[in-house]
Every structure is written in C-alpha cells, then in structure tokens.
C-alpha cells in the first residue's frame, strides 16, 4: 500500500488557470517536501512544510499542511507552461526507529499555452 | 560545491549481469538514500543509510544491497539483473536537520534487456 497518496496523478490545464496537488498520508507527517521534477531531470526542491497549518509560499506556489499533519496542499495561481512537470511530495515517516523519506505517487502537470 | 554525484549517468545490462551503481556526496551529510523511478510514476524507496555502517530496507529491497563503509558513499548493488529493474536511480542524502531537504544526484538511467 502507498504511504503517500497523491491528487490527482495527472492535471492539463489551460494557461492562467490555477490548480491543487494534493499529498495524503494515514500516518503523521514529521516533515513535508514539495518537489518538482522536469521530465527526463532530477529533483528541484520547491518547500518544506513542518508545523501543523502552516503555509508557504514561493512566486506563485503555495503550500500547506494541515493541522493534523497529515495532508498537504500545493496550489499554484495563474499557471504558466513552465509550471509543467511532476510534483512530488516527500515526507518524513518514522520507521525503525530512525527517518526515512518517502514520497508520493506523484502528478504530472501539462499547461496549454 | 559537488554535492550529490551519481555514476555512471547510462547503463545497459544484459538479464543476469550484475552492477554497482555509485553514489558519493561531499556534504557530510549522515542520511543517504537510494530511490528507484519507474516512468511517469513517483519514486519507490529502495534503500537507506543513517550513518557509515548503517543501513535499512526501504519500500522495494527486493534485488538490490547497499554497504555504507564511509560517510560519503553509498553504493548500491544489483547482483542478477532483470528486466523489472530497468528504472531511473536516483541517490539523496540530508543532514536531517529541521528545514533541511534531500539533495539528489542527476540520476542514473538503467536498461535491463
């Protein structure tokens, strides 16, 4: 079973359009992490998200975690093509007694220009 | 600043061949991670470190091992390789502080035919 679940897994939207990703977890969230991956490319980290209802936002991305810390939200306002890609959630899930990071399924952006 | 880097970038193996995929970081970060990408899907955790002699299972061990002899290198070993493992390899590793992402390499495209 996945740990991570990501909303939707795939997203086309028009150009000026906003959108939400979402990341769900049944366990407790120590630490979010929204990545972007270009296709073909590594990793970008877009923010990190640790206290229960906190939000942060970066150029036209926001993000948010609950207060149960155990879902997280990434919307981004007026998308441009360069928004395309595929966002990942990564989160810190205790196991075994130390941190492993584990990420979700994650969703592939397109935007129609 | 290097950070994370990954050799080899490209690799074709024949089914049954073996290979050990490198990973090295001059960070000193304690945590390293091994993850496997599979196409248009999230990353799967295969393997991980919390320090030089340390390592754990993560999500998908299954035909793979890993050492940690020193901080700063993590390889990871494909004994018999199958066509199921032919995969994007992305390394990672974080110092684990609050706030503090994983870095990854560039990735290491594997064929198994």
């Known amino acids: 079973s996945q740990e991570l679940e990501q909303s939707p897994q795939s997203l086309i939207v028009q150009e000026g359009k906003n959108l939400t990703i979402n990341c769900t977890s049944s366990k407790t969230l120590y630490g979010l992490y929204w990545y972007k991956q270009k296709y073909g490319e590594g990793l970008i980290f877009l923010m990190m998200l640790q206290k229960g209802g906190e939000e942060k936002s970066h150029e036209k991305i926001t993000a948010k975690l609950d207060e149960k810390k155990q879902q997280s939200s990434l919307h981004i306002t007026a998308s441009q093509p360069s928004h395309a890609g595929i966002y990942l959630c990564g989160a810190d899930i205790l196991g075994s007694g130390t941190y492993k990071y584990i990420f979700g399924t994650g969703t592939r952006l397109k935007v129609l220009a | 600043n290097a950070g994370v880097t990954q050799t080899p970038k490209f690799r074709i193996l024949k089914i049954g061949q073996s290979m050990t995929l490198q990973c090295t970081q001059d960070m000193n970060h304690n945590y390293m991670y091994w993850y496997r990408q599979d196409p248009g899907m999230g990353l799967k955790l295969i393997y991980y470190s919390v320090g030089a002699g340390i390592t754990d299972k993560g999500e998908v061990p299954n035909g793979y091992n890993v050492s940690r002899s020193t901080t700063e290198d993590f390889p990871l070993r494909l004994e018999l390789a199958a066509p199921s493992q032919t995969s994007v390899y992305f390394c990672?590793?974080?110092?684990?502080?609050?706030?503090?992402?994983?870095?990854f390499g560039n990735g290491t495209r594997l064929t198994v035919t």
């Open positions: 990672a590793s974080t110092n684990h502080q609050p706030g503090s992402p994983l870095h």
